[in-house]
């Protein structure tokens, strides 16, 4: 890419939006890659529009708008995304959090308020890769006892990284789904396994399947498998007026539904929609 031969935060920016515009990106990108980046406020983003541009700042940045436009997600770019109000590191070896997974946590501490209150809980995450779930959990409900679980070491190892940053006590154990809890109940138990079908590859975004974690993403018996494994051991995992919340595939809601019932036959099962109108949450209680 030619070299911008500018000084100011400003007129680098405007040079930033018009190579955004000739690719068809988001414009707005060319802000975020500072913000984001140097972790700044919009006020001190405004403060440093007329200021010189440093040249180590002003190379970073050509590299960082580079790999936008080759397709790189802003995310693992500056390495950060955030999650319901909450900055969180995320890299290669971890999902970018998803707006429709904060829709799931949502809907968890709303039933967690109404029906518990402020009652100590035993709360489990399985599969946390960076940890959104857990440490939004921990974040909103202090006084739980929060677990979460992922197979991936790299991935926990962000995950503990994001929990320190915000200063949160979540014991994060290493193993496949719930083998590290093996002998444990908890009071709610909620979930973000892989559901895509490998089915699915043709109508995904190319920067998703280039850059993301595919453990994280796919599932064999289209895209259902974790949910079949996870139906034959959950019951023994959640107390008797426990609840269990899990993120679903659009077009799983009534297999998924059918199956949780039988692995629950004493409770109401559920599927909730997201914001977009499709089916997203299974949810027993």
């Known amino acids: 890419m030619e070299v911008i031969k500018v000084r100011t935060y400003q007129k680098i920016l405007q040079q930033a939006t018009k190579l955004l515009e000739a690719s068809q990106l988001n414009t707005h990108i060319a802000e975020r890659l500072l913000v984001d980046r140097f972790d700044w406020t919009k006020t001190e983003f405004i403060n440093h529009l007329s200021e010189e541009v440093p040249d180590t700042v002003y190379l970073q940045y050509l590299d960082d708008l580079n790999e936008f436009i080759q397709g790189k997600p802003l995310q693992y770019i500056v390495g950060r995304e955030w999650f319901y109000g909450l900055p969180l590191t995320v890299t290669p070896d971890t999902l970018i959090p998803r707006p429709e997974t904060e829709e799931l946590v949502h809907e968890a501490l709303k039933h967690l308020k109404e029906i518990k209150g402020e009652e100590s809980l035993r709360i489990l995450d399985i599969g946390t890769g960076s940890g959104a779930i857990a440490i939004t959990m921990k974040h909103e409900r202090p006084f739980d006892d929060v677990t979460a679980t992922d197979i991936s070491e790299p991935a926990l190892k962000v995950a503990q990284e994001n929990a320190n940053m915000h200063q949160l006590d979540i014991r994060f154990l290493q193993g496949d ?109």
Do not use: W
């Open 177 to 285: 789904l719930l083998e590290p809890v093996t002998l444990e109940t908890f009071d709610c138990i909620i979930s973000n396994p892989p559901y895509i079908s490998y089915s699915e590859t043709d109508v995904m975004d190319e920067s998703v399947l280039e850059y993301e974690p595919h453990t994280a993403l796919f599932a064999d018996n289209e895209g259902i498998s974790l949910y079949e494994r996870l139906a034959y051991t959950l019951p023994f995992h959640l107390k008797t007026d426990g609840c269990l919340f899990m993120e679903i595939g659009y077009q799983q809601g009534e297999k998924l539904k059918e199956l949780y019932q039988k692995a629950f036959p004493d409770k109401e099962v559920t599927i909730q929609q997201d914001i977009n109108g499709l089916d997203r949450m299974l949810i027993v209680k």
